[in-house]
Structure formats: C-alpha cells, structure tokens
T-cell receptor
Framework: EAGVAQSPRYKIIEKRQSVAFWCNPISGHATLYWYQQILGQGPKLLIQFQNNGVVDDSQLPKDRFSAERLKGVDSTLKIQPAKLEDSAVYLC??????????????FGPGTRLTVL | AQKVTQAQTEISVVEKEDVTLDCVYETRDTTYYLFWYKQPPSGELVFLIRRNSFDEQNEISGRYSWNFQKSTSSFNFTITASQVVDSAVYFCALSEALGKGGSEKLVFGKGTKLTVNP
C-alpha cells in the first residue's frame, strides 16, 4: 500500500514570497491533516479536513496560510507571503474515517521549508 | 489546555543498554489518549503505541515497554537492549476524546533525540 506522498521535499524561498505544498493521502483515507514542525519542537496541527470540509483550523494563521482539499483527495497548503518564522517541516497525515472507531494517522515524509 | 513535557532533549547510550524516555502530560479531560511516535532521520512519524486514560496496564512489545501512571501523569517509554536502529527522535503525544471523523487532535511534546552508539 502506498503511503502519504508529499512534494516538494525541500523548498527555499525569500521572505515575502509565496509557496505551496502538495499532499496525496493514502487511498481511501477521508481525513487529512497538515502539521507544522519547527526545528526542535513537536508537530503542531494547522488544519484537519474530513473529505473536503474543514474540521479544525483553529491554529492556522489565516492571514497568510490557506489550505484546500478539492474533491476530498489531494490537498494543497499555501503560504503567502512567507515570513522567516515559517521555516519548518510541513507534515501531511491521513487516516481512514470510521467513526466512532479510532483511526491511526499515517504521516508523509514532510516538506522542509527554509525562508531566507 | 493540554500539554506534554519531554524533559530529556537528547539521550546518548551505547548499544545493548536499556533506556527510558520520560513523558509528563497535563489535561483537564477525564477521557484522553496517549501516544508515542518515532521519527527517524527520514522524517516520517511512525506510530508506536496508543493508550486510553482508563487503561493503566503496562504494555510490552518486543524490546519496547510503556509505563502509564495516572497518579503522576506520566507515560514513560523504555527500550530494552537498545540497537543502533533505535536512533531517532521520539515524541509523546496527547489527545482528547475522539473527535469528528474518529480521529484525534494530537498535542505533541518537543521530543527526545535518542542516539544509540555501536
């Protein structure tokens, strides 16, 4: 079974530029998550989708970050404009949704963003 | 608010030594879940274990064991006879009761970097 795919793996941009990350979840997984992992810290949830609807985006800096999941499969996370403090690894995860049973989150390899 | 503290930033051991990674959590929920994840250099988080707040039994899986103590709000992880392949960053995480979709919002600690030297 293919895992969660993310691209690009690495990205270097100048501050105030825009950037987009792509995630393809495991086939059949209805729930998709984007996490931000700053160096030396644990991942922090930015946004959770259930199919193409947002379940939780309470920690997403909405003035500069946006995410979409059209058709309930692939997802794109965008930062516009980027700041130095956005330098981090952006992790995508997915899980099969079968309420009320707990479903494991499977993580992708992440995209490492460096903002100069 | 939920919080997870992993006081050990880095640990270095020699192969075959036993090592314990500490995790202390804070939550006001009576129902919650605790996790351990491994993050090897490749970057992907690998799920190791999930325990619910009503199950305080210790668990053993091969060389891995977990000690859950509600009285001290701790969920420690021990690797017995460590191996070089165990070198990774280990994260403890906490979530509240099942949310929408059967999944949970995870709150992670800062992680403990374990280096196992040959």
């Amino acid at each position: 079974e293919a895992g969660v795919a993310q691209s690009p793996r690495y990205k270097i941009i100048e501050k105030r530029q825009s950037v987009a990350f792509w995630c393809n979840p495991i086939s059949g997984h209805a729930t998709l998550y984007w996490y931000q992992q700053i160096l030396g810290q644990g991942p922090k949830l930015l946004i959770q989708f259930q199919n193409n609807g947002v379940v939780d985006d309470s920690q997403l800096p909405k003035d500069r970050f946006s995410a979409e999941r059209l058709k309930g499969v692939d997802s794109t996370l965008k930062i516009q404009p980027a700041k130095l403090e956005d330098s981090a690894v952006y992790l995508c995860a997915s899980s099969f949704s079968g309420e009320p049973v707990w479903n494991e989150q499977f993580f992708g390899p992440g995209t490492r963003l460096t903002v100069l | 608010a939920q919080k997870v503290t992993q006081a050990q930033t880095e640990i270095s051991v020699v192969e075959k030594e036993d090592v314990t990674l500490d995790c202390v959590y804070e939550t006001r929920d009576t129902t919650y879940y605790l996790f351990w994840y491994k993050q090897p250099p490749s970057g992907e988080l690998v799920f190791l274990i999930r325990r619910n707040s009503f199950d305080e039994q210790n668990e053993i899986s091969g060389r891995y064991s977990w000690n859950f103590q509600k009285s001290t709000s701790s969920f420690n992880f021990t690797i017995t006879a460590s191996q070089v392949v165990d070198s990774a960053v280990y994260f403890c995480a906490l979530s509240e009761a099942l949310g929408k979709g059967g999944s949970e919002k995870l709150v992670f600690g800062k992680g403990t970097k374990l280096t196992v030297n040959p």
